[in-house]
């Protein structure tokens, strides 16, 4: 499948790709993953230069993009929001000028959805946006990538999300169904379901006769012959002072063996963008022993891809930046 019209082009949502494109990018992935396995890069960004700019911490959007922009030729450099200190300093607008016209492609991590747009309006350079409160399209291209390794054909393919079902996962996940067809399950209680008008009208421009979009709060109706169970935190970067409440309305929710038993399914994977909280090993879940979204049982176990995932964030780092900046 060629199609290449993404020269040029950034990756903000991912309401900006077709579904030909989305898949265009996982068989370019596919491809440079299997050419690293055999120990060959391909230098198709030598002489770039990459800016990665995070204005919330990252270790594997960061870990991706630079080994990606390294493996493909390019140079990237880091930056953090103390060193730029947008809109404090100087306005986004002329950050995203002075960036646009020494790199040649930009990854940006920040807040509101409009100031990544406003970055990329302004940069005149690809821009990519490696997470903002409302959408996380890199990591899905990676989740995609492990999907369609795990099942083929991703047309029709159910896949239950559980948590916080209007987070920047949830709502990736579903223009990624109305795409491509996925049969998406959000599995969440009432306070935490997606906007049913934006889910409305994801559907109506939907790319494919099988897409689905279905919110419940009942695990039966979610798991029902679901190939992949989709875990991520319950709170999200910047929403720490929510914890409590959280905690309490998902934790009937946490992942289980006994809630992939619902799938039915022995084939069936459980993925999560990570990080997780799985075992009492960090400081938040010493403090939150109830924040574990998932079982170690589960997140340790047969049915995991987890860090297939997780690698697969720079399987398609590269993909994306080879097609958006060299074509
Ligand atoms: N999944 C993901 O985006 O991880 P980081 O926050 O570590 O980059
Ligand atoms: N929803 C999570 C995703 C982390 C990769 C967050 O925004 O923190």
């Not at 950034?10 to 396995?37: F, V």
């Not at 995609?144 to 559980?162: I, M, S, W």
């Not at 289980?256 to 009492?280: K, N, V």
Request: overall charge negative; aromatic content about 6%.
């Amino acid at each position: 499948m060629t199609i290449s019209g993404l020269k040029g082009r950034s990756l903000l949502s991912l309401r900006e790709l077709s579904g030909d494109e989305i898949r265009e990018l996982l068989a370019k992935a596919a491809d440079l993953k299997e050419r690293t396995a055999l120990g060959v890069n391909v230098p198709a960004l030598a002489g770039k230069n990459i800016a990665l700019i995070f204005l919330k911490p990252s270790t594997r959007t960061r870990v991706s993009f630079v080994v990606a922009s390294t493996q493909s030729g390019a140079h990237p450099e880091i930056f953090n929001g103390d060193d730029i200190r947008f809109g404090v300093k100087e306005s986004v607008r002329d950050i995203a000028r002075v960036f646009g016209r020494v790199f040649d492609g930009i990854m940006f991590r920040g807040y509101e959805h409009a100031t990544v747009a406003e970055f990329a309006q302004y940069a005149g350079v690809p821009v990519w946006n490696g997470l903002c409160d409302s959408y996380h399209p890199t990591q899905v291209l990676a989740d995609l990538l492990t999907l369609r390794e795990n099942f083929g054909d991703l047309e029709g393919l159910p896949l239950t999300y559980v948590g916080d079902g209007r987070n920047n996962m949830a709502v990736t996940l579903a223009i990624a169904a109305a795409k491509l067809g996925l049969d998406l399950r959000i599995l969440a209680p009432k306070p935490l379901q997606p906007d049913p008008e934006l889910i409305k009208e994801l559907l109506a421009g939907r790319e494919s006769e099988r897409a689905r979009v279905l919110v419940t709060e009942s695990p039966e109706e979610a798991l029902s012959g679901s190939a992949c169970v989709y875990g991520d935190v319950w709170v999200s970067m910047g929403e720490e002072d929510q914890t409590q409440e959280r905690i309490d309305l998902l934790r009937d929710l946490k992942v289980t063996s006994d809630l992939m038993a619902l799938t039915g399914r022995e084939d069936s994977i459980y993925l999560h963008c990570l990080p997780a909280f799985h075992l009492l090993d960090t400081e938040t879940a010493i403090a939150h022993p109830d924040i574990r979204e998932v079982d170690d049982e589960v997140f340790e176990g047969a049915q995991s891809r987890v860090f297939d995932q997780s690698e697969n964030r720079m399987h398609t780092a590269k993909a994306l930046m080879q097609l958006t900046i060299a074509g």
